[in-house]
């Protein structure tokens, strides 16, 4: 597969070849590519009728709730086995309990785990291999108009996410009847009053069939769950990523995680157009962790491949982080972070059906800016497992009932309207249109107690607040009255205040 992207992508050919599993990754990579081919393609037909199960059929075992997908799966598996007795079956196609991409959280968030009496702080303290002292925003711009905004307790501590998920795993592993199978894909379901029946596929192809109770599908932006249960758009933007963990950088601060920046104004070539923004994080030891993103509609010309902007990565990483002497890439992060914006004052995508629930990336209710599938499971965690105990018990395991104990919060939903404001669009914007709109966000911002920009970057604003930097930002800066017509249109902004609507009644509901 690497001598195929030779002559094609030949920065990544370089770096990946160095790397001793460099062809995995770049397999990996790809399989994930295949989502945008995906959704030319009919909705896929995985869930079925139980009329439809083959005559004869070997089950192999029963569960209470069967996972697809062994990342933040693991997480929620691991509180029902332990907390709530279930027994669980966990599959994942590739090693159950490793991500392709690093976590960044707040230590005040992380130990949100220990809430559901499964993990301890100390446990969750473990996993941090590093906190920084604050952090910081800054968008490209002439030194008079550029404004860096620094946010104290926002996605400062990295943790390792696989020594987290091997905790979780351990913790199925270790209680009753529960398993864990790696090399196992999710192939199809089958539906009947009382139960599912899954179809699974080994690494040699070999079906496989388990009955079980619930399905809880974490199998991320490619899930074909998702993709049938919203007819093939499951997603209305993307975030695309691709970087690095590394060592050997020149003139890495260690102390300070650098949030959102960019180096230069849009990319644009005649109808395309994005917006790159960089992030970096420091991780133990000498490591330092360095992404290239941008924030795209799905339905956009742009190339939106991990591929490319892996080629667009190691091209641009001088201009960013410089590389000294003793540069060395341990592995590459990647993924595609999804978004869905909802017409409506409610959560209007499908996350549920007849005993199925979606989690993580295959249900995008977290906010694509920040804080994204891992801070929206670890903030849900207690709420949604302690839901789904109480449906099975109580036999509620409807689609509707499912819906209701989802990752779904008003105010995320709301907020994620703001990512388009960060989609670059050449047919409306100037090149210079993100970066100068985000530095006057940024000057609000620093006007407002600190509180404010904690909120908004951890995705925790109430709908006060939110409306009180809207309006200054407009003040300030009355082109953005312009950007929200071309952005959201008048379908987009009668969505935009039912959101806002919705948001405002659960915010009193709470308060009441």
Not at 401 to 429: F, G, R
């Amino acid at each position: 597969m690497l001598e195929q992207i030779r002559n094609t992508h030949p920065l990544v050919y370089k770096n990946f070849s160095a790397l001793p599993d460099g062809e995995r990754h770049l397999r990996a990579i790809l399989a994930i590519d295949r989502y945008w081919e995906n959704l030319d393609l009919p909705a896929p037909d995985v869930i079925r009728d139980g009329s439809r199960l083959p005559v004869g059929v070997q089950i192999e075992g029963e569960f209470d709730i069967l996972y697809a997908g062994g990342t933040l799966g693991l997480l929620h598996a691991a509180v029902m086995a332990k907390k709530y007795d279930r027994k669980v079956l966990v599959i994942d196609r590739a090693d159950p309990g490793s991500t392709t991409r690093d976590w960044n959280i707040s230590e005040g968030e992380l130990f949100r785990l220990a809430d559901t009496g499964v993990f301890s702080r100390a446990e969750l303290d473990s996993t941090i291999v590093r906190r920084y002292k604050t952090g910081w925003v800054e968008f490209h711009a002439p030194a008079e108009k550029r404004k860096r905004l620094y946010i104290d307790e926002v996605l400062d501590c990295a943790v390792d996410a696989d020594k987290l998920l091997g905790m979780a795993r351990d913790k199925v592993l270790a209680s009753s009847g529960s398993q864990v199978l790696g090399r196992t894909s999710f192939v199809g379901c089958y539906q009947f009053p009382d139960h599912l029946v899954v179809h699974v596929e080994g690494s040699s192809g070999q079906p496989r069939y388990f009955r079980t109770q619930v399905l809880v599908d974490a199998m991320g932006i490619v899930s074909p769950i998702a993709m049938q249960l919203n007819q093939g758009r499951p997603q209305t933007h993307v975030c695309p990523t691709a970087g690095t963990i590394a060592s050997g950088f020149e003139g890495v601060d260690f102390e300070v995680g650098e949030i959102l920046a960019s180096t230069e104004d849009a990319e644009v070539s005649g109808k395309r157009g994005r917006q790159l923004i960089w992030e970096g994080f420091p991780a133990k030891g000498d490591e330092y962790i360095t992404y290239l993103f941008f924030y795209d509609k799905v339905d956009s010309p742009n190339d939106k491949s991990l591929l490319g902007l892996f080629e667009a990565y190691f091209r641009k990483l001088p201009e960013y982080k410089k590389p000294g002497p003793n540069f060395k890439i341990h592995r590459p992060v990647y993924g595609i972070i999804p978004a869905y914006f909802h017409d409506g004052a409610g959560c209007t995508r499908a996350v549920s059906d007849e005993r199925i629930a979606l989690l993580g990336d295959a249900a995008s209710l977290s906010s694509p800016l920040t804080f994204c599938g891992f801070g929206s499971v670890v903030r849900n965690l207690d709420r949604m497992t302690s839901g789904l105990d109480r449906a099975m018990r109580e036999g509620r395991l409807g689609a509707a009932d499912l819906a209701k104990i989802s990752a779904y919060e008003p105010n995320v939903a709301s907020m994620a309207n703001l990512m388009k404001y960060m989609c670059y669009d050449p047919e409306t914007d100037d090149p210079g249109f993100v970066n100068e709109m985000m530095n006057e966000v940024m000057i609000v911002l620093d006007e407002l107690p600190p509180r404010y920009r904690q909120a908004m970057f951890r995705d925790e604003m109430k709908v006060e607040e939110l409306v009180t930097v809207m309006l200054k930002v407009a003040w300030r800066y009355p082109k953005i009255l312009k950007a929200t017509w071309d952005k959201l249109g008048v379908g987009g902004s009668l969505g935009f205040v039912k959101n806002l609507a919705g948001w405002a009644v659960s915010q009193n509901d709470k308060r009441s």
